[in-house]
Structures are given as structure tokens and as C-alpha cells.
């Protein structure tokens, strides 16, 4: 059974910074892209990070790019979202997904079969 838990959300002023962790079980993060996307209250689920260990690759939304980074730790069976200089509008429910994407795909959630349950995120004052 695969199971994906992310984990560090919460509540963070402006500017700041978050980790977000994902542990991953039942599937080995290494044969698969893994990936952040994030849904704000009202909004559709959009892509946030993605990488893919066997070519090395990342790729970020452009509404992250420069200040979030995703990395992994394969012998943890781990994925990480670093995010810093937070923005309000990143407030949102942060889940990762592990799927077979192809570069072309790498940005459709359609792509990704296994998902987290999320951890909330919320930017404020």
C-alpha cells in the first residue's frame, strides 16, 4: 500500500520560511518524479516543484522559482519543499505526489497517481 504523509505546515508571518517533508512508503522515490503542488481556498490544485532522480531535473512554477526549493533523500524514502521569503498568496494546502510524469506532463496532476492528504500552509500577519 503506498502511503505519502507530508508534514511542517502551519502558520508563518510574511517573508519567512517553511520545510515541508513528505515520507513516502509502499513505492521507492527514486523510480518515480516527485512532486509539490498546492491548492488555495476558491482555486484549482496547480503545480508548485517537481524532480526526477534520474535525470537529476527540477521544475518550478514560476510564482516559486528563486525562492522554493525540492530535494529528496532517497535513503530516507523522503522528498523536501524549502520555502522561504513567503508570500501571502502562498497560503494553501501543500501536497506531494509521486507519479511516472514525462517531462511534458510534469505540471498536469493528472500524471501523478499517488498523493499525500496535504498540510496546510497559511502566510499572514
Known amino acids: 500500500q503506498v502511503q505519502l504523509v507530508e508534514s511542517g505546515g502551519g502558520l508563518v508571518q510574511p517573508g519567512g520560511s517553511l520545510r515541508l517533508s513528505c515520507a513516502v512508503s509502499g513505492l521507492i522515490i527514486n523510480n518515480y518524479v516527485m512532486s509539490w503542488f498546492r491548492q488555495a481556498p476558491g482555486k484549482e490544485r496547480e503545480f508548485v516543484a517537481a524532480?526526477?532522480?534520474?535525470?537529476?531535473?527540477?521544475w518550478y512554477a514560476d510564482s516559486v522559482k528563486g525562492r522554493f526549493t525540492t530535494s529528496r533523500d532517497n535513503g530516507k524514502n523522503m522528498i523536501y519543499l524549502q520555502m522561504s521569503s513567503l508570500k501571502p498568496e502562498d497560503t494553501a494546502v501543500y501536497y506531494c505526489?509521486?507519479?511516472?510524469?514525462?517531462?511534458?506532463?510534469?505540471?498536469?496532476?493528472?500524471?501523478?497517481?499517488?498523493w499525500g492528504q496535504g498540510t496546510q500552509v497559511t502566510v499572514s500577519s
Open positions: 524532480s526526477r532522480w534520474t535525470s537529476g531535473n527540477t
Open positions: 505526489a509521486a507519479g511516472r510524469a514525462i517531462t511534458s506532463t510534469i505540471r498536469n496532476e493528472s500524471a501523478y497517481n499517488n
